[in-house]
């Protein structure tokens, strides 16, 4: 059973769907997973991955969205050339505050899921949160998002003002600039619950080496 379920930040409106379980029923608390998308993707990668429709066959209550500019195919308010991953971050806040205003949401019991892009904007976002959530699960988290800024621009004064690209996708400027200098291994510091990992070991791209480093200095 899904529905959708639109969310606002600020003015700015988020598309959303919950699915539920087959045998719902008002008045009960479930277990909820919130599930952010990757880079240049939408909410529809879980969808079509089945993804949101497992969780509902094991009980829980799973919520995909699209960040505001997520991609061209975003069904958000906002522009593509504005998305950050600070943007992302603030959107997964104003998420997590809409699965807590629900009276089916168990607050024991809120987790967050996120691939790539959304695994890195999960991460931080469960470093703000820490105690409004049970656990987390990061699928070839994007922490590599940094270095990929620096050695595409090796000094701050290297990013153009215009034709800015991000993975070899044209971006806004504020792309790289949100995401220079962030301290990813600090940034994600301060979760203390379960958080699972999943990693390629032979990931050329979201390399594992990151995910080792979290293993060991954070997680």
């Not at 952010?36 to 919520?63: D, P, R």
């Not at 906002?78 to 205003?101: K, P, Q, R, Y």
């Not at 695994?119 to 990929?148: C, H, K, S, W």
Request: proline share 3%; hydrophobic share 40%.
């Amino acid at each position: 059973i899904s529905v959708v379920s639109w969310c606002m930040n600020g003015e700015e409106k988020i598309y959303g769907e919950f699915y539920y379980p087959s045998d719902f029923e008002e008045g009960q608390q479930y277990p909820v997973v919130i599930m952010s998308h990757g880079f240049m993707s939408t909410h529809a990668g879980y969808e079509k991955g089945e993804w949101a429709q497992m969780l509902a066959q094991q009980g829980y209550i799973g919520y995909i969205y699209d960040y505001r500019g997520g991609s061209k195919m975003s069904r958000s308010d906002g522009a593509f050339e504005d998305m950050t991953v600070l943007t992302a971050v603030s959107d997964l806040n104003a998420v997590l505050d809409l699965v807590e205003s629900k009276d089916f949401c168990d607050p024991e019991n809120i987790y967050l899921f996120g691939s790539s892009m959304g695994g890195f904007v999960a991460a931080m976002t469960a470093a703000q949160r820490n105690d409004e959530l049970a656990g987390m699960i990061l699928l070839y988290p994007g922490f590599f998002a940094v270095d990929a800024a620096h050695g595409d621009y090796p000094t701050f004064e290297d990013i153009p003002e215009e034709g800015v690209t991000a993975f070899g996708q044209p971006v806004g400027r504020k792309f790289i600039t949100d995401v220079y200098n962030i301290d990813v291994m600090e940034a994600i510091s301060g979760f203390t619950k379960d958080v699972l990992m999943i990693q390629g070991m032979n990931d050329a791209y979201c390399g594992a080496e990151y995910v080792m480093e979290a293993l060991d200095k954070v997680y």
